[in-house]
């Protein structure tokens, strides 16, 4: 599992909850529907190329989140 406080998390502001993410702008942008997350829908958390493959929450969002092709 990522956590916050990690250095690419920080640089990143990762949140695992989204709503606690000041920067983000999309109320939808969620880290389950980010282009980079490859869990599986209704799981908890699931992988992230950004962050090497490493857990994240399916409720997370960080400020590389981009929309799901
Ligand atoms: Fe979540 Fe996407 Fe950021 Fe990965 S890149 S932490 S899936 S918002």
Not at 6 to 14: G, Q
Not at 40 to 55: M, R, T
Not at 59 to 64: I, L, N
């Amino acid at each position: 599992m990522v956590s916050e406080s990690e250095p690419t998390a920080v640089a990143l502001k990762y949140k695992m909850d989204a709503t606690k993410a000041t920067d983000r702008k999309d109320a939808k942008a969620l880290c389950s529907n980010c282009n980079f997350y490859t869990g599986k829908p209704g799981d908890a958390n699931g992988p992230c190329s950004v962050f090497g493959g490493k857990l994240v929450a399916a409720k997370g969002w960080c400020a590389s989140w981009a929309k799901k092709a």
